[in-house]
């Protein structure tokens, strides 16, 4: 049985010691790892906007799958989600692509009022995330493993989201692997459905050609009003206005932390972007 969201970590089962770390630990469904793909996901054949990575995972993941997936994970297995349920009534923010976690705790630290649904392949990354929610003490994140669309697609209903987050996503560089990239046409044919009137989406890039495309496939939608039409200030020399600004992008919000990927990014003197848009 799940353990409800009022358990404290205290009471959790002690962590059972971890023999194969390479493994799925016992409370972890082993069909969810980003190397088994679940049946609806194993019937498919489309064009994949993710890498699966296989890492393998500290004593201290492993461990926190063991103790927390049962309590706070989510199967991407098509089974529709009653997210009123599962987050307890909390307005919810589905975040696509959370690496290690640390700005996903964050954020769900700094607003408790708000769920975070976190979608991921990659096995340690829930790990690392289910630890740091466990030493925050945060209730409002549920973690999700697997195909992000399946997750939109057959598992959540329209006008069920409050906001969208899809930071620093595989720009996939190369011009033959454009058609991966998650934010494009198709993408938001499905995902906008399910965002609530007044949802924000909100996405950031280190990478300027994805941010064009981006920019621009956002800003055709009717549905989605740009909440930074002015600019930004943004370093980049290209398509400046006299005032410094790159029309369509949004200053960085000081309450989205600064992410592993973005930091690589900054480090070989990439310019960081953000997107903000509301649903009408």
């Not at 708000?114 to 409002?140: F, R, W």
């Not at 920019?215 to 370093?235: C, I, M, T, Y």
Request: proline share 9%; charged share 20%; glycine share 10%.
């Amino acid at each position: 049985m799940t353990a409800t969201a009022s358990t404290s970590p205290s009471e959790l089962p002690a962590p059972r010691p971890s023999e194969r770390l390479s493994a799925a630990p016992a409370g972890y469904p082993a069909p969810m790892y980003p190397h088994k793909a679940t049946e609806a996901q194993h019937r498919e054949h489309r064009i994949r906007t993710f890498q699966p990575r296989r890492g393998r995972m500290t004593q201290v993941q492993a461990g926190a799958l063991d103790r927390l997936w049962e309590r706070w994970g989510v199967a991407i297995d098509g089974t529709p989600l009653d997210l009123g349920e599962l987050f307890g009534g909390l307005p919810v923010t589905l975040e696509i692509g959370f690496g290690m976690g640390e700005t996903t705790a964050a954020m769900a630290a700094a607003d408790p009022a708000m769920g975070i649904l976190a979608a991921d392949v990659h096995t340690p990354g829930h790990g690392a995330l289910l630890n740091l929610l466990e030493l925050s003490g945060a209730q409002n994140v549920r973690l999700a493993a697997g195909d992000a669309i399946i997750l939109i697609r057959d598992m959540l209903p329209d006008a069920s989201l409050a906001g969208l987050r899809i930071f620093f996503a595989d720009p996939w560089p190369k011009p033959k692997h454009h058609k991966r990239r998650l934010v494009q046409h198709g993408f938001l044919d499905l995902v906008l459905p399910r965002l609530a009137p007044g949802a924000l989406l909100h996405c950031a890039t280190d990478w300027e050609p994805y941010a064009e495309q981006m920019a621009e496939v956002l800003a055709a939608r009717p549905e989605l009003v740009n909440l930074h039409p002015e600019g930004d200030g943004s370093g980049w020399t290209d398509g400046r206005e006299e005032d410094g600004t790159v029309p369509g992008y949004a200053p960085r919000p000081a309450w989205r932390p600064v992410t592993k990927f973005e930091r690589a990014g900054l480090a070989k003197g990439h310019v960081v972007h953000d997107l903000l848009f509301r649903k009408v």
